[in-house]
């Protein structure tokens, strides 16, 4: 992260300098070529700070999350008359990892097709359980929560979990499930 700080500072101190070295104190005024062509030349600079930024992230997830060890937890929600999300609750390996409480316009964007990338994280190779606890309102506006456990592989490569919750209507109760994608 420093790296990218000092390479944004030196992008900025050219910024700069080149600004300076258009508005010299004792030169007169430049016309309005040279002024197109100043802005023409921090729009350039601009643009390149934005690529050199964007480029910086990737290298730092790359580093930080190397896919060797990663793992990433979505969650799906397909819900509508039986369960309204408030909460949840993630835990690996016995060890809580996230905790997530929901907007209104949370729930909105989830019963809508959205989908949450709940949790990234390092984890070693070798097994692993994941639980995961929901807290919300069910049937007839009695508060829910209920847990769903998964134990999986991590192996070489990343390793993609989601939620799903959906509506079961053959028992009009939500469901709850993880699946690896």
Same mark, same amino acid.
């Given at each position: 992260?420093?790296? +990218?700080?000092?390479?944004?500072?030196?992008?900025?101190?050219?910024?700069?300098?080149?600004?300076?070295?258009?508005?010299?104190?004792?030169?007169?005024?430049?016309?309005?070529?040279?002024?197109?062509?100043?802005?023409?030349?921090?729009?350039?600079? =601009?643009?390149?700070?934005?690529?050199?930024?964007?480029?910086?992230?990737?290298?730092?997830?790359?580093?930080?999350?190397?896919?060797?060890?990663?793992?990433?937890?979505?969650?799906?929600?397909?819900?509508?008359?039986?369960?309204?999300?408030?909460?949840?609750?993630?835990?690996?390996?016995?060890?809580?990892?996230?905790?997530?409480?929901?907007?209104?316009?949370?729930?909105?964007?989830?019963?809508?097709?959205?989908?949450? =990338?709940?949790?990234?994280?390092?984890?070693?190779?070798? =097994?692993?359980?994941?639980?995961?606890?929901?807290?919300?309102?069910?049937?007839?506006?009695?508060?829910?929560?209920?847990? +769903?456990?998964?134990?999986?592989?991590?192996?070489?490569?990343?390793?993609?979990?989601?939620?799903?919750? +959906?509506? +079961?209507?053959?028992?009009?109760?939500?469901?709850?499930?993880?699946?690896?994608?």
């Amino acid at each position: 992260m420093t790296a +990218t700080w000092v390479l944004l500072t030196v992008l900025l101190s050219q910024l700069l300098l080149s600004g300076a070295q258009a508005q010299q104190l004792d030169a007169p005024k430049a016309d309005e070529a040279d002024d197109n062509q100043l802005a023409s030349q921090l729009q350039q600079l =601009k643009k390149e700070v934005i690529a050199l930024n964007r480029d910086l992230f990737i290298l730092e997830e790359d580093l930080l999350f190397p896919s060797s060890t990663q793992v990433v937890v979505f969650l799906a929600v397909d819900v509508g008359d039986y369960f309204k999300l408030d909460a949840v609750e993630l835990k690996i390996d016995e060890q809580t990892v996230s905790h997530y409480l929901y907007t209104e316009k949370q729930q909105l964007a989830l019963a809508k097709g959205g989908v949450q =990338k709940l949790h990234l994280a390092n984890l070693p190779q070798g =097994k692993h359980e994941l639980t995961a606890f929901f807290i919300g309102v069910g049937p007839h506006d009695r508060e829910y929560k209920r847990a +769903t456990t998964l134990s999986f592989e991590k192996g070489s490569d990343a390793k993609m979990l989601e939620l799903r919750i +959906t509506d +079961t209507t053959a028992t009009q109760q939500p469901e709850f499930t993880v699946v690896e994608l």
